[in-house]
T-cell receptor, first 113, second 113 residues
């Protein structure tokens, strides 16, 4: 099946630093979603993007739907210890089954106080 | 609102045993999904139900069956569990075909010995 390339796989950063991660696809997507998963929990939706070029913020998080429609970026500013977790991108490509999402393999974020 | 609930939270089975994982949502969502999550593999779709009365196979349906009991409930059944089915199982729901954001339950951690 189709896959999303999510990078980096993991990040170790100092508290206060900014974080950037991205997802790329070989085909055009019409929706991008970003989730955060903490240990022992289910993924929690952070940001949803539905339009090419769209830039959306949620507190210290900002995500963008790439102009090419084949990529998306998530930035976290001024990281804090509670940002620790695995961040997943997910999307749906044109022609994909209605409602079905494709997930990236995640970026594991560790924050050192 | 409880959102998406799953039972049980943990389960250990012997090879060949059967069990049903339960999922319910109270958000009046039309669509529901079952995923499995394995280390390094991200989330993979097992089955989904676009609306009450319909179910369809996802990426990895072999060894599983599902029932959309009503609009609220979507169960996943393992008829004869195998060690390869050791995983964390997540149920999710989404509102309409136009809104692809999926909301996840807390997961069921299944071990098959």
């Amino acid at each position: 099946g189709q896959q999303l390339n999510q990078s980096p796989q993991s990040m170790f950063i100092q508290e206060g630093e900014d974080v950037s991660m991205n997802c790329t696809s070989s085909s055009i997507f019409n929706t991008w979603l970003w989730y955060k998963q903490e240990p022992g929990e289910g993924p929690v939706l952070l940001i949803a993007l539905y339009k090419a070029g769209e830039l959306t913020s949620n507190g210290r998080l900002t995500a963008q739907f790439g102009i090419t429609r084949k990529d998306s970026f998530l930035n976290i500013s001024a990281s804090i210890p509670s940002d620790v977790g695995i961040y997943f991108c997910a999307g749906r490509n044109y022609g994909g089954s209605q409602g079905n999402l494709i997930f990236g393999k995640g970026t594991k974020l560790s924050v050192k106080p | 609102n409880a959102g998406v609930t799953q039972t049980p939270k943990f389960q250990v089975l012997k090879t060949g045993q059967s069990m049903t994982l339960q999922c319910a949502q109270d958000m009046n969502h039309n669509s529901m999904y079952w995923y499995r999550q394995d280390p390094g593999m991200g989330l993979r779709l097992i089955y989904y139900s676009a609306s009450e009365g319909t179910t369809d196979k996802g990426e990895v349906p072999n060894g599983y069956n599902v029932s959309r009991l009503n609009k609220r409930e979507f169960s996943l059944r393992l008829e004869s569990a195998a060690p390869s089915q050791t995983s964390v199982y997540f149920c999710a729901s989404s509102g309409t075909s136009g809104s692809l954001a999926q909301f996840f339950g807390p997961g069921t951690r299944l071990t098959v010995l």
